[in-house]
């Protein structure tokens, strides 16, 4: 394909963090003690989630870590075109179902990172509630999620900017969440 030829390849340490960033995601204790719907929309959310922590820590960080976080979220992205090509979307569907992807991220980002800068967990709460469980809300599950986030937010925060470009991140333990009193 020609237009293959010039499309940046991502490196190693991007596809890692990316990895990283995805299997944390993927962790059962979300599904079953935090409730999150295990759908298509569950699953991209809470990669989405831990994808604002990721970048939202990067911010700041000078060109270089700039440009790295860039190609860790063009990675993200084609990763979802490939998912959803991968799922049977049309060819001519894909364009507009990452726009619609994109967006949703640029939403969450919105309403996530406030409360995340001022740690305020109830309302990172309320803006979990409207994303993950808009049909029914699960208040304590919610609470537990913005607690894990602000935690993960503080971890992510204490670790070099190096080893953040390295994929070498740090979570929190989500089992540690699932039964905080609220």
């Known amino acids: 394909m020609v237009f293959g030829l010039f499309r ?13 960033i995805v299997a944390q995601a993927r962790q059962p204790v979300f599904y079953t003690d935090f409730l999150v719907p295990d759908t298509i929309d569950g699953r991209f959310d809470l990669i989405v ?3 604002v922590l990721y970048f939202r ?6 060109a270089k870590a700039s440009e790295f976080a860039q190609a860790v979220f063009d990675l993200f992205f084609q990763d979802m075109d490939a998912s959803l090509r991968e799922m049977g979307v049309s ?8 726009k619609v992807m994109g967006e949703a991220f640029y939403g969450r980002a919105d309403v996530y990172i406030p409360p995340i800068d001022s ?4 309302e990172l709460a309320g803006a979990l509630g409207r ?3 808009p049909d029914s809300p ?9 607690r894990y986030m602000l935690e993960a937010a503080d971890e992510l925060s204490a670790q070099a900017t190096g080893e953040l470009m390295q994929g070498l991140l740090s979570w929190p333990d989500p089992e540690a969440f699932k039964d ?3």
Do not use: I, W
């Not at 060819?91 to 990452?98: G, L």
């Not at 740690?119 to 109830?122: C, E, M, Q, T, V």
């Open 180 to 182: 905080l009193p609220v």
């Open 8 to 20: 940046r390849r991502s490196t190693e340490a991007e596809h890692k963090v990316y990895c990283e």
């Open 131 to 133: 994303n993950l469980f």
């Open 57 to 62: 820590r990067m911010r700041g960080e000078g």
């Open 119 to 122: 740690k305020d967990a109830s």
């Open 91 to 98: 060819d001519t569907r894909v364009p507009k179902k990452v």
């Open 138 to 146: 699960e208040p304590m599950a919610q609470m537990r999620l913005a």
């Open 49 to 51: 989630l831990h994808a």
